[in-house]
Each structure stands twice: as C-alpha cells, then as structure tokens.
C-alpha cells in the first residue's frame, strides 16, 4: 500500500473532492523518507539560486527506495508535491529526485536536459541494474 489512509481522510475522499493540504500530509505522514529527500532538495534550490538541486545519495534500504518510486510514479502524490513546494520534479533511476524552479532562467532548459533520453543514458552505472 502506497498510503497510510486515516479514517477521516478515506470518509472525506468518499464524500468528494480532498484538499490538496489534507492529501499532502497524508503523504508527509506515509511516506516520511520519501517527503525528507524531496524537501532537501527544494531546501538546497531555493538556498543555491540556480532554480535546480537534486539528490545523488542512493537510500538506506529497500524500504526507503519503494517510497521513492511510490511518491514519485504517481501522478496525484507528485503533483500535490509540486503544487505545495511550488518546483517541477523530475527523477532518474531510483533515486535521482531533481527540483527545478520554472520560473529561475535556464530552469526550463535545465529540466529538459535532466529528462532527456541522452541524460537518463548518462546517468546509469553498474550499481543501479537491480534499482
């Protein structure tokens, strides 16, 4: 399971729409290592004035990679991250979780070299086969 879902937020869901504030801290609370790695990396834009900084550090264990996957594969959890830390992420392999602030010059530019076939091709090493 992707999400610990407490009793509140499930009866919520079921009644309609959940705010983006409530669902997001569904994934804090879930996904802790995941939400650490990604709030780095935003930290370490916004600190480093260039509009991007990724994170190159491989998790601790099996558990931590699955909640990168996990936050990052959905299209609801990385979008509510997008939408509360205000970035555009991207990710290679396993864990190379890139924050790009659009609106920095060269961000754009920037992103589109990191999701590009010939960056993805670059990024790979023996080390990462079985991520």
């Known amino acids: 399971m992707s ?9 919520k869901a079921r009644a309609g729409e959940v705010d983006d504030a409530s669902f997001v801290a569904c994934v804090r609370d879930s996904l802790p290592y995941a939400w650490e790695v990604i709030g780095d990396v935003v930290a370490r834009m916004r600190d480093g004035g260039t509009g ?51 609106a920095a010059e060269d961000a754009r530019a920037r992103h589109e070299r990191f999701v590009s076939p010939r960056a993805q091709l670059l990024n790979q090493s023996p080390d990462l086969v079985d991520c």
């Open 52 to 102: 991007f900084a990724d994170n190159r550090t491989p998790p601790p264990d099996e558990r931590a990679r699955g909640q990168l996957l996990r936050v990052l594969a959905s299209d609801a959890m990385r979008g509510a991250l997008e939408r509360h830390f205000g970035v555009r992420l991207a990710f290679q392999n396993c864990h190379r979780v890139a924050a790009f602030d659009l």
């Open 3 to 11: 999400l610990t879902v407490d009793d509140r937020l499930l009866e």
